[in-house]
């Protein structure tokens, strides 16, 4: 094997790479994994995963790093695949504990910083960046970083070359031969790393149930045109903020349709200044109106790209779904774009959004599989992943980021290719691999779960007992129990206030009446949309109890408000 000054790089025989996941395997997000060579140790990646609806009062869901805490010492560094949330939103809770250089392209660091900034800790962690095709050296880790397409820009996998051979991390990808930033897959990088030898390949699954080649960004282009060109009134698009290609190709038909571009929704907002500081988004002089100056222009004179394609309560998209966004809203005649696909555990939501939508006269477009199509993945499908193995052809292969059905798929395809020289193993988050000159083999077990965190905190739970049992053991439980006729919103009784642990009721009645009047001035003020959706007016009560509750006694209870419905 030679290094990029021509040199050899001569296997060691007597050094040990251990491979350990600490998230991504058997599961969706929370991607993270951990390289080791004696006394050293790279990250690659530090994801998060959103919580399922069970998980009351959790926000998000990190890796337990319990095992990167044992090993703090031997940390030399965090590399970035890309800027999704499932990659870096870990970032400002592992880098409260652990100390480490980050490592990313310019626009994942981007997003990195501003995700740091948020916890206050953008200037204490340093940031390091990288660039295709200019490898560096990290303790006896050689790193390069090979630019490839996917929703995201300025993605790509690493090389990290190591004295007994090259390890290949995917991230995610496809091979997007049309990509709006005309910046193509680098097949030739992919493949000279296949001529040299590699040791080992780590490649995506997600899409590995999808027969065929995944499409391009662009092919979208066309269902937006014919959207635009249609349309009434104003034109509403949705995907993740995150998506630049997206926000590309909206930005172009703006343009060509003679409408007026608006960002809507804080991280929407927030991602699109950053690719325009930084010149990845082009948009013509005066494009661009802010959201307050939407009611000042003809409703057939603009397209708004909205935050909130997962139908997330409190999202951008949901409060205009039922009429309470502070300056965007939905009228008759007017289209929406879902472009984006369900994540799952987010059907309920999403659907009920799109109701609303449809109540208030809007023509909804969404993912159901017509053509021309409204959203396109960003991971490959069969045949790239196919391709990707062939190219590489690594002696051992071990398929990331899926749940278990999708890592066993993809492991039968390599097993059916003559690609992989070596075994395939099939590894979930926890199992350590080993490899040295006599091979590979499954080792041992390291420490990983799931963290809960509350946003706006640093402050993690080991899990959900855990958080209630602390909640109710400082402040106590309040349960509003509240029954509302479903079809006209009206409350057929006065609320009753139940109380475990915060304050002897008894005692207390002025509190349990203000507490009701603020229960029913929250029902009266909300629109017969939210009352009827049980998720939305849950959180409305929760919050307005627990300002209420944090001004009048000091202490924030868990509030769990019950809804009969009669």
Not at 3 to 13: A, E, F, K, R, W
Not at 26 to 50: K, P, S, T
Not at 313 to 326: G, I, N, Y
Request: some cysteine; hydrophobic content about 40%.
């Amino acid at each position: 094997m030679e290094d990029d000054s021509g040199g050899s790089l001569i296997p060691s025989l007597t050094g040990k790479l251990r491979v350990v996941p600490l998230g991504g395997l058997g599961e969706f997000g929370m991607n993270m994994m951990a390289f080791e060579y004696e006394d050293h140790l790279v990250v690659v990646d530090c994801g998060l995963m959103f919580p399922d609806s069970e998980l009351l009062g959790v926000d998000i869901v990190i890796p337990d790093i319990t095992y990167l805490r044992q090993n703090q010492s031997r940390l030399r560094a965090i590399l970035l695949t890309h800027g999704h949330e499932d990659h870096i939103g870990a970032l400002p809770y592992v880098l409260d504990e652990l100390d480490a250089p980050v490592y990313g392209t310019p626009f994942t660091l981007a997003l990195a910083r501003a995700k740091l900034a948020e916890h206050g800790m953008a200037e204490a962690i340093e940031l390091r960046e990288m660039q295709p095709r200019t490898p560096f050296d990290v303790g006896p880790f050689r790193i390069e970083f090979i630019h490839l397409t996917h929703s995201i820009i300025d993605s790509g996998a690493l090389a990290i070359t190591t004295p007994i051979g090259t390890i290949l991390h995917t991230g995610d990808f496809k091979f997007d031969p049309t990509p709006t930033d005309q910046r193509v897959s680098d097949l030739h990088t992919l493949a000279e790393y296949g001529r040299r030898g590699v040791l080992a390949l780590f490649s995506d699954s997600t899409n590995i149930e999808r027969p065929g080649m995944t499409p391009s960004e662009r092919g979208v282009r066309e269902r937006f045109s014919e959207v635009m060109a249609e349309a009434k009134g104003r034109v509403l698009i949705s995907c993740f903020s995150t998506s630049l290609h997206r926000m590309q190709i909206v930005a172009d038909l703006a343009a060509e349709h003679h409408r007026r571009l608006c960002f809507v929704g804080r991280s929407m907002h927030q991602n699109s200044e950053i690719a325009l500081e930084m010149g990845k988004l082009r948009v013509p002089p005066g494009l661009i109106v802010p959201p307050q100056d939407l009611k000042k222009l003809p409703r057939d004179q603009v397209v708004a790209m909205v935050a909130g394609s997962q139908g997330e309560p409190m999202s951008a998209l949901a409060r205009v779904a039922v009429d309470t966004h502070r300056w965007a809203t939905v009228e008759a005649g007017d289209e929406v774009v879902l472009s984006a696909r369900i994540i799952p555990g987010n059907e309920k939501a999403i659907f009920r959004m799109m109701d609303h939508l449809y109540r208030r006269g809007a023509r909804v477009h969404y993912d159901d599989g017509s053509q021309p199509p409204v959203h396109v993945s960003g991971h490959g499908s069969v045949e790239e992943l196919r391709l990707m193995l062939n190219l590489v052809r690594p002696r051992y292969f071990i398929p990331v980021h899926g749940e278990y059905r999708q890592l066993a798929r993809h492991r039968a395809m390599a097993e059916e290719l003559a690609a992989v020289s070596g075994e395939v193993f099939l590894l979930e988050s926890g199992d350590i691999l080993e490899l040295d000159a006599l091979g590979a083999r499954r080792h041992g077990k390291a420490p990983v779960g799931r963290v809960y965190i509350d946003v706006g905190t640093l402050d993690e739970v080991g899990d959900v007992i855990l958080k209630e049992r602390r909640r109710i053991s400082e402040d106590g439980i309040v349960i509003p129990i509240l029954a509302i006729n479903k079809h006209t919103g009206a409350i057929e009784a006065s609320p009753e206030i139940v109380s475990r642990g915060f304050v002897p009721l008894d005692g207390a009645g002025g509190l349990v009446e203000s507490a009701r009047d603020v229960v029913l001035r929250t029902i009266r003020q909300s629109k017969i949309e939210e009352v009827g959706d049980w998720g939305m007016i849950k959180d409305k009560i929760r919050t307005a109890l627990r300002k209420h509750f944090d001004q009048e006694t000091g202490k924030r209870p868990m509030i769990l408000p019950v809804i009969l419905e009669v």
